[in-house]
């Protein structure tokens, strides 16, 4: 399917297509939620390039446990290039982790990807006492941190590869 193709459809073809392709990618182990996929996706992501177990979507504190043993929070912000630095990640509302992976994707790509240890999110990040939690902004992950993105990168890729369940790996 082409953006010409989307561009003659319905909104109505096109709200069904988005939740056709939704379930497709959940029923591929892919996704594990109906929320917007590039969260779930970078999640997924990052358990290949962590060679880890995603821990289930009620798990407090952290996304999936590497194979190293270390709890990795992961969070992603789709971009564009002008989204502006001053944009943050979702909010972090405990530390229980030992890493935040920040991944930032362009175009369907990883662009992107920090480690941060929770001292650096303390240190970095803006406590909001409304909602008792942490935010970070894109521009702090820009300039500090450390740089995991071709390890992500090929994580990407080779999930974008996936084209049917019995390629998953199993690490949902």
């Given at each position: 399917?082409?953006?010409s193709d989307?561009?003659?459809?319905?909104v109505?073809?096109?709200?069904?297509t988005y939740?056709?392709?939704?379930?497709?990618?959940r029923?591929?182990?892919?996704?594990?939620?109906r929320?917007?996929?590039?969260?779930?996706?970078?999640?997924y992501a990052?358990?290949?390039a962590?060679?880890?177990?995603l821990?289930k979507?009620?798990?407090?504190s952290?996304?999936l446990l590497?194979?190293d043993?270390?709890?990795?929070?992961v969070k992603?912000?789709?971009?564009?290039?002008?989204?502006?630095?001053?944009?943050?990640?979702?909010a972090i509302?405990?530390?229980?982790?030992?890493?935040?992976?920040?991944?930032?994707?362009?175009?369907?790509?990883v662009?992107?990807?920090?480690e941060?240890l929770?001292e650096?999110?303390?240190?970095?990040?803006?406590?909001?006492?409304?909602?008792?939690?942490?935010?970070?902004?894109?521009?702090?992950?820009l300039v500090?941190g450390?740089?995991?993105?071709?390890?992500?990168?090929?994580?990407?890729?080779?999930m974008r590869?996936?084209?049917?369940?019995a390629?998953?790996k199993g690490?949902?």
């Open positions: 399917m082409t953006n989307l561009k003659s459809m319905s109505g073809a096109l709200i069904d939740s056709g392709i939704l379930d497709e990618l029923n591929r182990g892919l996704i594990r939620t929320n917007a996929p590039v969260g779930d996706l970078a999640e990052a358990s290949i962590y060679e880890g177990r821990e979507n009620s798990a407090k952290y996304d590497a194979g043993g270390r709890r990795v929070q992603v912000r789709n971009v564009v290039p002008s989204t502006s630095p001053s944009q943050t990640f979702s509302r405990s530390d229980g982790y030992d890493v935040c992976l920040f991944v930032l994707v362009t175009d369907n790509r662009t992107l990807a920090k941060w929770t650096d999110v303390k240190i970095h990040g803006r406590f909001q006492a409304h909602t008792n939690s942490v935010t970070v902004r894109v521009g702090k992950v500090i450390t740089d995991v993105t071709p390890m992500l990168q090929s994580a990407w890729t080779d590869g996936i084209v049917a369940t390629d998953v690490v949902l």
